[in-house]
């Protein structure tokens, strides 16, 4: 009985420094938004979900950092769950990691947004121009029901569900064209990609409006207008690179990310996690 107890001391005072680094993180916590205490099962997935649905209604900014203690304390878990749903999250794109630093929400240099829209424009663009050559009825199909998930999932508020769905709807697009290297290449992006719908979702007060935009790309390539479908893959994609240029532009994001490393800013202060 004596050897239990010493055992069990001895494990008590094991965690002291994990719970004295705990607390120190707190202190340096962002305030926090309200998240409820979660079940048991799956807590992974909930903390994911979680955490994918505060990055894209905007309670997680870009650039913030993911402060793993102060999280698990609102949610009533240990910290692991919520490191694996970090890791998730970078596969993802809604998340980076830095050494030593932890996880923080994805952010882009305007070059980096630049370049992403550059070539994403050009990849969809051509995929268009295939897809009207290539795209069979199933295909068409799929884009049509992927078109009425959007909507769907706008009536019902599911922002992070739309974003996977928008996402989803590009996808179909680019596997219309038949071309697999094309798919694998806009495949590679995905996760960069993934980010900047969740910032377009954020610059539209009505995420109806977000569906709408796919509809046109759908009725020129049931024509199988190639000049048409060209023009609205153009306007779709080119607006939104406009929009989300500007938002990073307006909070001071650097012009390539060689300034970002070089002049690193402390994590946000507004939205908490």
Not at 22 to 47: I, M
Not at 136 to 148: F, H, I, K, S, Y
Not at 220 to 228: N, P, V
Request: overall charge negative.
């Amino acid at each position: 009985m004596d050897q239990k107890r010493r055992g069990s001391s001895a494990g008590m005072d094991g965690r002291r420094p994990a719970l004295q680094e705990a607390a120190a993180e707190d202190s340096r916590a962002t305030p926090a938004a309200a998240f409820e205490a979660l079940e048991a099962n799956d807590l992974v997935a909930q903390v994911t979900d979680r955490l994918a649905r505060a990055i894209c209604d905007g309670r997680l900014a870009p650039g913030q950092r993911l402060v793993e203690a102060a999280l698990a304390r609102q949610l009533g878990i240990s910290r692991a769950p919520v490191r694996e749903a970090a890791r998730r999250l970078e596969q993802r794109g809604l998340l980076v990691a830095h050494p030593r630093r932890g996880f923080f929400v994805r952010d882009f240099s305007l070059e980096e947004i630049d370049d992403l829209y550059g070539l994403r424009i050009a990849l969809e663009r051509y995929a268009g121009e295939l897809a009207c050559q290539r795209a069979t009825v199933a295909d068409l199909e799929r884009l049509e029901n992927q078109l009425q998930l959007l909507f769907r999932l706008a009536e019902e508020g599911a922002v992070a569900a739309q974003v996977e769905a928008d996402l989803r709807f590009h996808l179909l697009f680019c596997e219309a064209s038949g071309n697999r290297k094309l798919l694998k290449l806009f495949t590679d992006i995905a996760g960069e990609i993934r980010m900047i719908i969740v910032l377009i979702g954020q610059l539209y007060e009505d995420p109806h409006r977000i569906a709408e935009t796919h509809r046109p790309l759908i009725e020129a390539l049931k024509m199988r207008d190639t000049a048409r479908l060209d023009a609205e893959i153009d306007h779709h994609i080119r607006v939104g690179w406009q929009e989300v240029r500007r938002f990073f532009a307006e909070r001071g994001a650097p012009e390539t990310r060689d300034d970002s490393l070089s002049d690193e800013k402390p994590p946000a202060e507004k939205g908490g996690i």
